[in-house]
């Protein structure tokens, strides 16, 4: 959290860690953007970019989904994710990106042990069956 203090007020800083642990690969800190974002006041703090390994960003596959956690403009950042070609998911406010975080610790833990995660979620018309939450 040392780096994190070190931003200036008023910048964004996108954190794409996931703090796990590589022996169950469960989370090793619940809530680490949130953390970061206590230690840097001022500074708006966007989780993002932890769905995939570093290598995948250096050439997206065109259209991947990136979901983006953070309050305030988050626009700056969806940007960047376009620049990508890749398509920018609003998934809520900062106080979710421990949701993002868990997602990633599941992931990475079904990828290990070859499974494949991309076919756990149906389509959207698909998604809620007859009852629509709320």
Excluded: H
């Amino acid at each position: 959290m040392d780096v994190a203090s070190q931003v200036p007020a008023g910048r964004t800083l996108i954190d794409c860690t996931n703090a796990l642990k590589y022996d169950d690969f469960t989370l090793s800190q619940p809530a680490t953007a949130e953390a970061i974002a206590r230690a840097a006041p001022g500074v708006q703090v966007v989780k993002a970019f932890n769905l995939a390994a570093d290598s995948v960003w250096r050439n997206p596959p065109p259209g991947l989904g990136v979901p983006l956690c953070g309050d305030g403009d988050l626009e700056p950042v969806a940007d960047l994710v376009r620049d990508l070609g890749c398509t920018p998911v609003f998934a809520g406010g900062l106080q979710r990106a421990k949701l993002l975080e868990a997602t990633a610790a599941l992931a990475i833990g079904i990828w290990v042990r070859g499974g494949d995660v991309r076919g756990m979620f149906p389509e959207l018309a698909d998604a809620f069956g007859t009852v629509l939450p709320g």
